[in-house]
């Protein structure tokens, strides 16, 4: 079964940015046909969606990081990427990527830290 794998977060100072990468664990699934997420999870709360992007490219974003956080894929890499601009730190997470749809979500993987700190 598939997992995805994360990659790219670390300790930056707040106004700061980050790009993150995500990449499936076998060569079979396609990320650029998926309908792909963002997600995030800080100590003590509930995973939430951070943004999305559709099969067409339509992209959806979380209020809080609107102007801020921009999502995109490659084909050719097989890869998800999130932008992460203007950082603060209640961006602070553990931040994963999988698919919008809770039928095909792939089992949970490591995720990558992000924190945010002066």
């Known amino acids: 079964q598939v997992q995805f794998v994360e990659s790219g977060g670390g300790l930056v100072q707040p106004g700061g940015s980050l790009g993150l990468s995500c990449a499936p664990s076998?060569?079979?699934?396609?990320?650029?046909?998926?309908?792909m997420g963002w997600y995030r999870q800080a100590p003590e709360k509930q995973r939430e969606l951070v943004a999305s992007?559709?099969?067409?490219?339509?992209?959806n974003y979380l209020d809080s990081v609107k102007g801020r956080f921009t999502i995109s894929k490659a084909n050719a890499a097989n890869r998800l990427y999130l932008q992460m601009n203007n950082l603060k730190s209640e961006d602070t997470a553990v931040y994963h990527c999988?698919?919008?749809?809770?039928?095909?979500?792939?089992?949970w993987g490591q995720g990558t830290q992000v924190t945010v700190s002066s």
């Open positions: 999988n698919e919008v749809d809770n039928s095909s979500m792939a089992p």
């Open positions: 076998n060569n079979i699934t396609r990320i650029y046909y998926r309908t």
């Open positions: 992007i559709t099969f067409g490219g339509i992209t």
